[in-house]
């Protein structure tokens, strides 16, 4: 679905998978600074059509990513990445997939032998 999406833009050919998956880590994190300026009747479980000039600026920046092509990848993912009841399947593997390694390892990661997270965030031996 999502790759799909991407092939059928032509401005998103230009953008590698290490960017997107950013754009979508980044971008799924920031609902809150988003929500803080929209207008107070804008209902929370929907995304904005639009985000505001100042995090396609930073998305741009993080995710190298020209601002036009950020504008692309919102008004094509937005549905995907915004947390709410409306979309609440989409988000929720989104988000828990790309923050995920962490209690992956947590829970299974000794099971197989694959040591523990230190508080470093590298993995040792058990």
């Known amino acids: 679905m999502l790759l799909g999406q991407v092939a059928r833009?032509?401005?998103?050919?230009?953008?590698?998978?290490?960017?997107?998956l950013l754009f979508f880590a980044v971008a799924s994190s920031l609902k809150d600074d988003i929500l803080l300026i929209q207008p107070s009747e804008h209902c929370p479980t929907e995304p904005p059509i639009?985000?505001?000039?100042?995090?396609?600026?930073?998305?741009?920046?993080?995710?190298?990513?020209?601002v036009t092509t950020i504008r692309d990848c919102w008004n094509i993912f937005k549905?995907?990445?915004?947390?709410?009841?409306a979309h609440s399947g989409s988000l929720h593997g989104i988000s828990s997939?790309?923050?995920?390694?962490?209690?992956?390892?947590?829970?299974?990661?000794?099971?197989?032998?694959?040591?523990?997270?230190?508080?470093?965030?590298?993995?040792?031996?058990?």
């Open 9 to 20: 833009h032509p401005s998103l050919r230009s953008v590698d998978l290490n960017q997107l």
């Open 97 to 126: 997939i790309l923050h995920a390694p962490l209690s992956l390892f947590e829970e299974q990661g000794l099971l197989f032998g694959f040591g523990e997270l230190g508080s470093s965030g590298d993995l040792s031996s058990p």
């Open 50 to 66: 639009v985000l505001p000039s100042s995090l396609e600026h930073f998305l741009s920046a993080v995710c190298k990513i020209p």
């Open 79 to 85: 549905d995907v990445l915004w947390p709410g009841e």
